[in-house]
């Protein structure tokens, strides 16, 4: 597995694919390739790829302000699942320049998840919206 740093037009619109196959319908239908390509020319974008069956397995993207930074669905695909690539995109995502202070909202029954980012080193805070859980790292 490799960290993809060339990505098309079809590879964002997987990508999109891939996110509203495992978030919330309310979350993703507004997201277009040519909003990906804005998120991918900033260099916002962290996707993982298999380099055997040349295919993306996993992606996640995240913004970035004083040095604070918010990650946005981390997804890898069900096929990809319990071999590290959700932790790899999450320890690349915090070790970025500029990152300082990092910031995750992740779903309460998305126990998987909320224990991947606290191997990675956040902490749950016991703040909630709706149906998320804040963790951070500070």
């Not at 397995?57 to 990809?80: F, K, P």
């Not at 805070?125 to 998320?132: I, K, S």
């Given at each position: 597995y490799v960290f993809q740093d060339v990505l098309t037009d079809e590879d964002l619109e997987f990508i999109i694919d891939m996110w509203r196959s495992d978030i919330p319908v309310?979350?993703?239908?507004w997201i277009t390739v040519s909003m990906m390509k804005q998120i991918y020319d900033k260099g916002r974008m962290i996707v993982v790829q298999d380099l055997n069956k040349n295919r993306i397995a996993?992606?996640?993207?995240?913004?970035?302000?004083?040095?604070r930074s918010t990650e946005h669905h981390v997804t890898v695909q069900h096929e990809y699942r319990n071999k590290g690539l959700a932790g790899a995109i999450i320890n690349k995502w915090i070790r970025m320049p500029g990152v300082k202070k990092v910031i995750s909202w992740?779903?309460?029954d998305n126990?998987?998840?909320?224990?991947?980012?606290i191997r990675s080193g956040l902490a749950e805070t016991g703040a909630r919206a709706w149906q998320y859980i804040y963790l951070c790292q500070c």
């Amino acid at each position: 597995y490799v960290f993809q740093d060339v990505l098309t037009d079809e590879d964002l619109e997987f990508i999109i694919d891939m996110w509203r196959s495992d978030i919330p319908v309310f979350e993703m239908p507004w997201i277009t390739v040519s909003m990906m390509k804005q998120i991918y020319d900033k260099g916002r974008m962290i996707v993982v790829q298999d380099l055997n069956k040349n295919r993306i397995a996993g992606a996640s993207y995240y913004d970035i302000l004083l040095g604070r930074s918010t990650e946005h669905h981390v997804t890898v695909q069900h096929e990809y699942r319990n071999k590290g690539l959700a932790g790899a995109i999450i320890n690349k995502w915090i070790r970025m320049p500029g990152v300082k202070k990092v910031i995750s909202w992740i779903d309460e029954d998305n126990i998987s998840s909320r224990k991947c980012h606290i191997r990675s080193g956040l902490a749950e805070t016991g703040a909630r919206a709706w149906q998320y859980i804040y963790l951070c790292q500070c």
